[in-house]
């Protein structure tokens, strides 16, 4: 069992940056892809970014692409996204996620979800 608890979100203005932290625990995360998908009020969790075990292959959604980073310390077992140049339209609860490896990024192929942190841009 994986026990994952994000932190960094908050209000910020827009252009402004924040870096949110997923912290694992209960299991290592260092065989697991990770991921960061939003959900804004009355819309569809939407995909937002995606790294390897490795930590050497990253995907973005082209919303966020240029703007937004994914990493992770697997010695510390977390994994941050940051985010730059936030646009009202980020705002969101944003939630990390664990997968298998070799599994395709779809929303129900994560095993593991945090609780969410809310992250709010004002324009």
């Known amino acids: 069992q994986v026990h994952l608890v994000e932190s960094g979100g908050g209000l910020v203005q827009a252009g402004g940056s924040l870096r949110l932290a997923c912290a694992a625990s209960?299991?290592?995360?260092?065989?697991?892809?990770m991921g960061w998908f939003r959900q804004a009020p009355g819309k569809e969790r939407e995909f937002v970014a995606d790294i390897t075990w490795s930590g050497g292959i990253t995907y973005y959604a082209d919303s966020v692409k240029g703007r937004f980073t994914i990493s992770r310390d697997n010695g510390k077992n977390t994994v941050y996204l940051k985010m730059n140049s936030l646009k009202p339209e980020d705002t969101a609860v944003y939630y990390c996620?664990?997968?298998?490896?070799?599994?395709?990024?779809?929303?129900?192929?994560?095993?593991?979800w945090g609780q969410g942190s809310q992250v709010t841009v004002s324009s």
């Open positions: 209960g299991r290592t995360l260092s065989t697991y892809a």
């Open positions: 996620a664990a997968r298998r490896p070799g599994v395709s990024r779809n929303v129900g192929n994560y095993d593991y």
